[in-house]
């Protein structure tokens, strides 16, 4: 059962480790109330957003900019040159590297592609994957192992991904990436379960996952958290966002 207790606030502990929340959002491109969506990134006050669907054609960068400064975060990477999936972090990040990964092509499907990161928070080091996995089956279970292979390429302790995976956890691809990362809300459940969609809630298909040493403090959809209003969830996007607190190690 979910508990309902508020997540704890972002802090450095002594021993160098990290407390953080990362949130994955499918904001459909801005087409939406992006105060709204501003509103709903600000009340849940996170150190990373993993973003779907971002703006990738006229003017995508500013409109992403706008988006961060509005919500105070700074942009990461991704947007157009990752294809959809793009990152924004706080200033208490500070930021190795960045890299925007396109994924093969298969005709008649759209391209996908990740965006990645290398950050630090105290003496913790995290890698970071936003992903927006296909609406095809068989190309979904492939970019599931494709996903596993990159966080790997980060050669970094602690990694975690999030994003729409287009799947429900019963999934061929869903269940490969929760062998070997743990799902976060079935790891430590806070909030409500489902992310799809806003006015009927009824399926679980956005998720945050992390590699085993990371601690999982709670994992949901922000429902009741304080500044996060229903109308505001139903006027932002399509989806519903998930919100998570993680501590992560001293590397």
């Known amino acids: 059962m979910a508990t309902t207790s508020p997540l704890p606030n972002s802090h450095t502990n002594p021993d160098g480790?990290?407390?953080?929340?990362v949130l994955s959002y499918n904001i459909r491109s801005m087409r939406d109330d992006t105060t709204a969506l501003a509103r709903v990134i600000t009340a849940c006050a996170p150190d990373l957003v993993l973003i779907?669907?971002?703006?990738?054609?006229?003017?995508?960068?500013?409109?992403?900019?706008?988006?961060?400064?509005?919500?105070?975060?700074v942009l990461l990477s991704g947007g157009a040159p990752a294809a959809g999936p793009a990152l924004l972090c706080s200033l208490r990040a500070t930021v190795e590297r960045t890299?925007?990964?396109?994924?093969?092509?298969?005709?008649?499907?759209h391209r996908r592609g990740f965006a990645t990161a290398v950050?630090?928070?105290?003496?913790?080091?995290?890698?970071?994957?936003?992903?927006?996995?296909?609406?095809?089956?068989?190309e979904r279970y492939e970019q599931s192992g494709l996903l596993l292979d990159?966080?790997?390429?980060?050669?970094?302790?602690?990694?975690?991904?999030?994003?729409?995976?287009?799947?429900?956890?019963?999934?061929?691809?869903f269940r490969r990436l929760a062998t070997d990362l743990q799902d976060c809300w079935a790891t430590a459940p806070w909030g409500t379960e489902y992310?799809?969609?806003?006015?009927?809630?009824?399926?679980?298909?956005?998720?945050?996952?992390?590699?085993?040493?990371?601690?999982?403090?709670?994992?949901?959809?922000?429902v009741g958290h304080p500044g996060v209003s229903t109308s505001d969830?139903?006027?932002?996007?399509?989806?519903?966002?998930?919100?998570?607190?993680?501590?992560?190690?001293?590397?």
């Open 17 to 21: 480790s990290a407390v953080i929340r």
């Open 52 to 73: 779907q669907e971002a703006p990738r054609f006229f003017r995508w960068r500013k409109k992403l900019a706008h988006l961060a400064a509005a919500s105070g975060q």
């Open 99 to 109: 890299e925007d990964v396109l994924l093969p092509l298969t005709p008649g499907q």
């Open 119 to 138: 950050v630090r928070f105290g003496g913790a080091r995290l890698g970071v994957l936003s992903c927006h996995l296909s609406l095809h089956e068989e």
């Open 150 to 173: 990159r966080l790997a390429a980060l050669d970094v302790p602690h990694a975690v991904a999030g994003g729409d995976l287009n799947e429900h956890p019963t999934g061929r691809g």
């Open 195 to 222: 992310s799809s969609t806003p006015t009927d809630p009824h399926q679980r298909i956005d998720a945050i996952l992390a590699t085993p040493g990371v601690e999982v403090l709670g994992c949901g959809v922000p």
């Open 233 to 251: 969830l139903r006027a932002a996007t399509d989806h519903l966002p998930v919100l998570a607190a993680l501590r992560v190690p001293a590397s």
